[in-house]
């Protein structure tokens, strides 16, 4: 019996769409793997991941690793655009797939990699799409180039505080006082629920993601496309620095439970973060650390193993000289470069979301929306990587020259974020249970 793998995908302006959602492509699929009497090998579901993109299809690449072990026999899923919409990273795939001789079928389209002509076709309709896009972001990105030498808006999209006039983003009298005392809220009370419950009927953002994003959003300063100065800010530099630093630490105030790891812990397996949780055990809570992409509705990480928090403490403040000594030699400069290596991949990126919305493959909302990440993702890597040049672990040093284990446990949990924090960049740990720690 053939086996085959079961391939879904949406990007976020398609989820709404009945006929392409996840659910519509999934019972299609099953219901022609049945008639024609294929065996399921699995079901791959990248949810909310543009087809142009390669980053990020975790799900993709997870098939093509069952189809190296030779556990599929064919791919099917239902439109090519749900498939591939680069030419380039289709090749590369296909290149994995002919070597292993794992064809693929659209089943809602006339496309098939069985036969020559099969794929002559596939290759010619990708050539001619990417070209034309192509085509279009160049120009698109010469009339960009140009608005930004006169400091003019590029969308009509602007944060709450601001409004556009005569091309130009200017402070908005109805509205900046709104933005002013939004982020003087966070200040005083370090937390982004209650700032939102504060300040709630103003028009600000609904979910605790867009209000995050408000927070961090550069233009408050009057940094627009990279540039500083854009116009006008409205917020100051150091107030703007210290709200930064507070939605890094995580840092709430009055907070019934705080996590130590919150934001640090990463998933060994999958590479995406881990979430905090807890319960009650004995005469206190139990605090613990699982990977949320095992448990969404759809899992896409089989790492079923949490670790206490305690557990990680104790480890850490057990081994941190052993883990220091490993990593304090490393030259900073390696780390430096990897940012660099960040940026440059982000900034392609965004190159390739312009190619998506000249091309008409995502909407005006998704292009600003994940534009202005990316943008937030740069200034990030680019703080990190300042950070790191000439860096000397003075912190990790200084730590490590105490005597941790005498006075660590006496600490509030508050206080014990705040000393990770500044010596740990990330945390991993997976299915094998092993905890990996990158200092900063």
Not at 82 to 96: A, D, G, I, P, S
Not at 144 to 153: G, L, P, V
Request: hydrophobic share 35%; charged share 30%.
């Amino acid at each position: 019996m053939i086996r085959v793998g079961i391939y879904c995908r949406v990007s976020t302006d398609q989820q709404v769409n009945e006929g392409d959602s996840i659910q519509a492509q999934l019972s299609a699929l099953k219901k022609y793997a049945s008639d024609h009497n294929y065996e399921i090998a699995g079901i791959f579901v990248d949810d909310g991941v543009s087809g142009t993109l390669l980053d990020g299809r975790d799900e993709l690449q997870r098939l093509l690793e069952e189809v190296k072990k030779r556990n599929v026999d064919l791919i099917i899923f239902t439109k090519l655009d749900r498939y591939f919409r680069n030419l380039k990273h289709y090749l590369n795939t296909q290149e994995v797939l002919d070597k292993f001789g794992v064809p693929w079928i659209a089943i809602w389209e006339n496309y098939e990699t069985k036969t020559p002509q099969g794929k002559l076709m596939v290759n010619q309709m990708l050539s001619f799409a990417q070209f034309e896009a192509e085509q279009t972001g160049q120009r698109i990105n010469q009339v960009f180039n140009y608005k930004k030498t006169k400091h003019e808006a590029l969308s009509g999209c602007v944060p709450i505080g601001y409004k556009i006039a005569d091309k130009h983003i200017v402070p908005d009298p109805e509205t900046v006082d709104i933005a002013k005392q939004t982020f003087q809220t966070y200040l005083e009370t370090g937390s982004i629920r209650k700032t939102m419950r504060l300040m709630q009927g103003n028009g600000l953002p609904k979910t605790q993601g867009g209000f995050k994003h408000m927070l961090m959003n550069r233009k408050y300063i009057g940094e627009a496309y990279g540039i500083e100065g854009y116009f006008e800010p409205i917020i100051d530099k150091q107030t703007f620095d210290t709200v930064q630093h507070m939605l890094r630490m995580n840092v709430k105030a009055n907070q019934v439970r705080n996590y130590v790891f919150s934001g640090m812990i990463w998933c060994s397996d999958c590479g995406g973060k881990m979430t905090s949780r807890s319960g009650p055990r004995g005469n206190g809570r139990y605090k613990s650390y699982r990977c949320m992409y095992h448990y969404r509705p759809i899992p896409t990480c089989s790492n079923t193993k949490s670790i206490s928090e305690k557990k990680l403490e104790k480890y850490l403040v057990e081994n941190l000289k052993d883990l220091a000594f490993a990593d304090i030699n490393v030259e900073d400069a390696n780390k430096a470069k990897d940012y660099e290596k960040q940026i440059a991949a982000t900034e392609k990126k965004m190159s390739r979301l312009k190619e998506l919305y000249v091309n008409e493959l995502i909407n005006l909302d998704e292009y600003k929306r994940d534009m202005a990440a990316y943008k937030a993702d740069i200034d990030d890597f680019k703080a990190r990587m300042k950070k790191y040049e000439g860096s000397d672990k003075t912190a990790l040093k200084d730590l490590v020259g105490t005597n941790l284990d005498e006075w660590y446990w006496t600490l509030t949990d508050v206080e014990k974020r705040e000393l990770w924090g500044s010596v740990i960049d990330k945390i991993y740990y997976g299915s094998d249970k092993q905890i990996k720690v990158i200092f900063r």
